[in-house]
């Protein structure tokens, strides 16, 4: 399945060139590896949850451009997000900001544990307290059968 | 006329799944033995009808017969056979034929093995399963048939996406549906039980092969999907939290925790309910999978709206078999009372931290993969969840679950003390400190983490290990006693320990390919050489070579190390005239325990070649452990219990130690 959407993927960027072309790269190891970093929470935008990094579409290239020219301009990690973002919005960062819209996101799964854990602990609680199992008419009658079997 | 027949046999397995759905459903509330006796032979005939239509389709593809629409749309003359195959489900209405296939082959397994199986329990879970089929049958004829026929028939087809011209890409479909499909077997048992309303035992003995049978198959298929994308996709990485990928991932981590939770319904008696609500969410989250990758809704809501019959389609059924199943449930459940005490710290208590782990871990895949559309939906701000999230929220949730795995298993039924577990873990304890002194030894500069995660990775491992030899009594000296309580030991537990030594193994390899890859982008013009993780490698010269519907540009790169040759490997891009497509075919040299990657790009103007190449610490690791979990799977699947069927108490009490 995953294949086909995958498939779609590719026509989009048809042609194989891949991410980050040795023309690109800073000489400053340093920097280049800020920018790397930096791609790597960078999403392209005509892929599908693809980095910068990754990518090979020319919107990324682009991108990677500008994240190393601000990079080069002296802006800090936070800053080169920042400008892309202006620029394109939160849907650019693979890292979804922390605000009212995504509260329910990221504290979704800790929720989910939260919840799992008490419903855990209740049904520990509840067999702590509980006392050996009733049988009912039925399996009464076959543990006696059973039972007169095996005499 | 084959493709007619196959058409016909389509349709007459649809009237088939409705009196398969119908008539020993009637039977079993009637305790009417000659109505229930109708589910068998229905669903081996369904099988055999769908069968019938896959064969012609397939016919379709293999004569290249581009009369009909799917054909040509989606093969080519030129293209290999392997592909001509693949080509059948590489679409969607042919995989969606794939899918009612599978389904109705383990329709069909259940008539022919459940002999064991009471006749109304057999009977009911036939009828689900046929409304399954009934569902995804109606959803093929009406909406994806794929016999559909072209007048006047073109001359050629207009190929296969390259993409998926790829031997370990072309059965990673099958499997992944074996899984997918397979899950519905859980879910059928599921909702018999609760129709029946009553979950014994032998319920729960029932469900775990099925569910096993699934598993393997997933992870098969998760495993295949992963390194096809590694070797594939041109980068080098193994996952990418790609929602397709998620969309996989989510029933395996449920079907998991079922498999686990069964083993306390079936030696305990608690957690039945439990139970059945993972077994009703594995298959709906299979469904969701479906969904989501059917739908073309992932790329966007807004592409779901451009062709919106068959995603409606789909979601209509989604939404059918999940609120029925859960209003089923909440009707229900509560007959299915819990029998027996449960203490925390026991082996039932190790299951049900598994199971809560597993659960929550599969909720954030599954927040974090439907968050972005839910918000889309409801019109709020346009988001992108990626792997940073996945890493903040899953990874946290499986660390604590790999410390617990191997302590779980050496813990007793009903009430274990820890200080026994731990004295039989010392061994493996041991191993970790070594381990972890010795990755900070070795790579004094490396990140800390790593040296975390392969101690984590070596308690997998390791406690695998000390958990079977504490069974045969390894350490107690007399061998041949140990080898003949091996040769005694069910093989259920096998299975557990290879399954969960393949964790570590898989864990291994993530945690050393991520850690500690070392990557070279570089331009290399022919007779220039570059360094990467202590080889040197020279590009040779560049060329061009014809495949069977293909072009390839080649890069011959001699590698060598040391001044010691050691590979030759030839990196392609390869060009597909009819799809007009490009694909990259890296050139991987493993040595077991690390790889070589290279990947070779365009000329950038200046006569350099560009070269992307990764040294790839561990990475075989991670399928190799993906296949030992499968393994396990398969010979735990052979354990003699579930032959057996019914379980006999004394029989089961007799069985050493319960296993897994």
């Not at chain 2, 649809?14 to 009196?19: E, F, G, K, Q, R």
């Not at chain 2, 259940?110 to 399963?129: E, I, K, T, W, Y």
């Not at chain 2, 019959?309 to 007959?335: D, E, M, N, Q």
């Not at chain 2, 299915?336 to 082996?347: M, Y």
């Amino acid at each position: 399945m995953r294949v086909l959407v995958i498939s779609l993927l590719m026509l989009v960027f048809a042609g194989a060139a891949y991410a980050v072309d040795p023309g690109e790269q800073l000489k400053d190891p340093v920097l280049e590896g800020r920018a790397r970093e930096i791609s790597k929470e960078l999403r392209c935008l005509v892929c599908q949850n693809q980095s910068i990094d990754d990518s090979n579409a020319d919107l990324a290239k682009d991108l990677r451009r500008i994240v190393r020219e601000r990079i080069v301009a002296g802006d800090t990690d936070q800053q080169v997000l920042d400008y892309i973002v202006a620029r394109y919005g939160d849907f650019v960062l693979l890292k979804p900001p922390f605000e009212p819209a995504t509260w329910l996101l990221w504290f979704g799964p800790f929720l989910a544990l939260l919840v799992g854990a008490g419903i855990a602990w209740s049904v520990i609680r509840r067999g702590r307290e509980g006392v050996a199992p009733a049988l009912n008419a039925e399996e009464k009658a076959r543990l006696e059968k059973l039972l007169d079997r095996s005499e | 006329m084959i493709v007619e027949l196959g058409h016909f046999a389509l349709v007459l397995a649809l009237a088939v799944a409705l009196l398969q759905m119908v008539v020993p459903m009637i039977g079993a509330q009637r305790r009417d033995p000659a109505l229930m006796a109708v589910a068998a032979p229905a669903a081996v005939a369904q099988f055999v009808l769908i069968g019938i239509a896959f064969a012609a389709l397939m016919h379709a593809f293999l004569t290249s017969d581009f009369s009909v629409a799917l054909v040509m749309k989606n093969s080519h003359t030129a293209k290999p056979l392997i592909y001509k195959i693949a080509g059948v489900w590489g679409n969607h209405e042919g995989s969606m034929v794939l899918w009612v296939l599978i389904l109705s082959l383990y329709g069909a397994l259940v008539a022919l093995f459940g002999g064991n199986l009471p006749d109304g329990l057999r009977a009911r879970v036939l009828s689900v399963q046929a409304l399954i089929g009934v569902a995804f049958l109606g959803f093929i004829l009406f909406t994806s048939n794929p016999f559909i026929r072209l007048d006047p028939a073109p001359i050629e087809g207009n190929g296969l996406n390259p993409i998926l011209q790829d031997p370990a890409l072309a059965f990673h479909p099958p499997f992944l549906y074996a899984g997918y499909v397979g899950l519905s077997m859980a879910f059928s048992f599921a909702i018999a039980a609760l129709i029946e309303g009553r979950v014994d035992a032998s319920w729960a003995r029932w469900v775990r092969p099925w569910t096993l049978a699934a598993w393997v198959p997933l992870t098969v298929g998760i495993a295949m999907g992963s390194w096809w994308a590694y070797y594939t996709l041109g980068w080098g990485g193994f996952w990418f939290w790609d929602p397709v990928e998620n969309a996989s991932l989510m029933p395996w981590l449920v079907a998991t925790a079922l498999l686990h939770s069964a083993i306390v319904a079936e030696k305990r008696g608690v957690l039945k309910s439990w139970t059945i609500l993972l077994a009703i969410f594995a298959f709906s989250l299979s469904l969701v999978g479906t969904f989501l990758v059917r739908s073309g809704v992932l790329t966007s809501v807004h592409a779901f709206a451009v062709d919106p019959s068959r995603g409606i389609a789909i979601l209509c059924i989604l939404v059918f078999f999940i609120g029925g199943a859960l209003t089923l449930y909440g009707w229900r459940a509560p007959v299915l009372k819990a029998e027996g005490l449960f203490a925390p710290l026991s082996r039932e208590g190790a299951l049900v931290m598994n199971n809560l782990l597993l659960a929550a871990a599969a909720a954030a895949v599954f927040i974090g993969t439907l968050y972005p559309l839910f918000l889309d939906a409801i019109g709020g701000p346009k988001i992108t969840v990626g792997a940073p999230f996945f890493n903040m929220t899953f990874v946290p949730l499986m660390i604590p679950l790999f410390c617990l795995v191997p302590i779980g298993p050496l813990l007793k039924w009903k009430r274990s003390d820890l200080v026994a577990a731990s004295e039989r873990l010392m061994g493996a304890g041991v191993a970790v400190i070594i381990v972890i002194i010795a990755v900070l030894a070795f790579h004094s500069r490396g990140p800390w983490l790593a040296a975390l995660g392969m101690g984590l990775a070596t308690w997998l491992i390791a406690g695998a290990f000390f958990e079977v030899a504490w069974r045969i009594g390894l350490f107690s000296g007399n061998i041949r006693e140990s080898f003949r309580r091996a040769l005694r030991l069910p093989r259920a537990s096998w299975g557990m320990a290879l399954a969960h030594g393949g964790l570590g193994i898989a864990v291994a390899g993530i945690v050393g390919t991520t850690a500690w890859r070392q990557e070279l982008v570089t331009a290399l013009k022919v007779g220039d050489s570059a360094e990467l993780a202590g080889y040197t490698l020279t590009l040779e010269k560049v060329g061009m070579r014809n495949g069977p519907n293909y072009e390839a540009l080649v890069g011959v790169i001699r590698v060598t190390r040391e001044g010691r040759e050691v590979a030759v490997m030839l990196p392609e891009k390869r060009s597909f005239p009819v799809e007009r497509q490009e694909k990259t075919e890296a050139a991987i040299r493993t040595t077991g325990f690390s790889d070589l990657y290279i990947v070779i790009g365009d000329e950038n103007g200046q006569g350099g070649w560009t070269l992307r190449a990764y040294y790839n610490n561990l990475a075989p690791w991670i399928w190799a452990g993906g296949m030992i979990m499968a393994a396990g799977g398969i010979v735990s699947l052979t354990d003699r219990r579930y032959r057996i069927g019914a379980p006999n108490r004394a029989r089961s009490r007799l069985a050493a130690q319960p296993a897994e």
